[in-house]
């Protein structure tokens, strides 16, 4: 079953049809103060025991899993969102058959970077390399602990594929950042979410719903 609960394009409202602002806007120090506030609520959420807080919700994700970016990534198609266990760590498991926790953010705390990847690739082209070079930035300057890099996608091809698809573009960012930057893999994990999280539910094929998303799990 494919779900359609939207995700907000960088800071932009819920609402479909609210118009994205550029990640390119987003300064260097405007960066750092939206993750600092990301590291505040996922603590919040594992300490309160409830499996959220203002701002956030745990939800699980059943067959996914969130790799270091030295690893290589297995997902499954027919992923199954599930209640939360307040109990479970907010990162990744490392026994891949424990469900992932993933963090359904409000749109003012989310980072997204609408990186166009071609119809079919994972590639990261060169013209697109300078939209991370403030998030190369903001990770050397920070003391984020470890950051979660989220593939997304259109409904394009199957889910299974698209799963697939979406893990290839998260590890090609990561790729960057490590490579090109000199960010520690150990800060870096990879997960894709496939079609699941469309930033435009109204049109599930919308070229904007290939998306990176990033969030400072700690």
Same mark, same amino acid.
């Given at each position: 079953?494919?779900?359609?609960?939207?995700? @907000?394009?960088?800071?932009? &409202?819920?609402?479909? &049809?609210?118009?994205?602002? @550029?990640?390119?806007?987003?300064?260097?120090?405007?960066?750092? $103060?939206?993750?600092? $506030? =990301?590291?505040?609520?996922?603590?919040?959420?594992?300490?309160?025991?409830?499996? %959220? /807080?203002?701002?956030?919700?745990? *939800? /699980?994700?059943?067959? *996914?899993?969130?790799?270091?970016?030295?690893?290589?990534?297995?997902?499954?198609?027919?992923?199954?969102?599930?209640?939360?266990?307040?109990?479970?760590?907010?990162?990744? %498991? %490392?026994?891949?058959?424990?469900?992932?926790?993933?963090?359904?953010?409000?749109?003012?705390?989310? *980072?997204? !970077?609408?990186?166009?990847?071609?119809?079919?690739?994972? @590639?990261? %082209?060169?013209?697109?390399?300078?939209? !991370?070079? /403030?998030?190369?930035?903001?990770?050397? =300057?920070?003391?984020?602990?470890?950051? +979660?890099? #989220?593939?997304? /996608?259109?409904?394009?091809?199957?889910?299974?594929?698209?799963?697939?698809?979406? #893990?290839?573009?998260?590890?090609? *960012?990561?790729?960057?950042?490590?490579?090109?930057?000199?960010?520690?893999?150990?800060?870096?994990?990879? #997960?894709?979410?496939?079609? +699941?999280?469309?930033?435009?539910?109204?049109?599930? +094929? @919308?070229?904007?719903? $290939?998306?990176?998303?990033?969030?400072?799990?700690?």
């Amino acid at each position: 079953m494919r779900h359609a609960l939207p995700f @907000a394009l960088a800071l932009s &409202g819920l609402c479909v &049809g609210t118009p994205a602002l @550029a990640q390119d806007a987003l300064s260097v120090d405007e960066l750092l $103060r939206l993750f600092d $506030r =990301q590291k505040q609520v996922f603590s919040e959420a594992e300490n309160n025991g409830l499996g %959220a /807080t203002r701002g956030l919700k745990l *939800v /699980t994700v059943e067959d *996914v899993n969130a790799e270091a970016a030295t690893e290589s990534v297995s997902v499954t198609a027919d992923a199954q969102r599930a209640a939360i266990d307040p109990n479970q760590p907010i990162q990744a %498991a %490392a026994d891949p058959d424990k469900p992932l926790i993933f963090g359904q953010l409000d749109a003012d705390l989310q *980072v997204n !970077l609408h990186i166009t990847f071609g119809f079919d690739s994972a @590639a990261l %082209a060169d013209e697109e390399k300078p939209k !991370l070079n /403030t998030m190369c930035q903001v990770l050397q =300057q920070s003391d984020i602990h470890l950051i +979660r890099i #989220v593939g997304h /996608t259109d409904t394009s091809g199957s889910e299974d594929y698209n799963e697939r698809l979406s #893990v290839l573009r998260a590890k090609e *960012v990561a790729r960057h950042l490590t490579d090109d930057c000199g960010i520690d893999p150990a800060r870096l994990e990879t #997960v894709g979410m496939g079609e +699941r999280f469309p930033y435009n539910a109204g049109n599930p +094929r @919308a070229d904007e719903n $290939r998306r990176v998303e990033f969030q400072a799990l700690s």
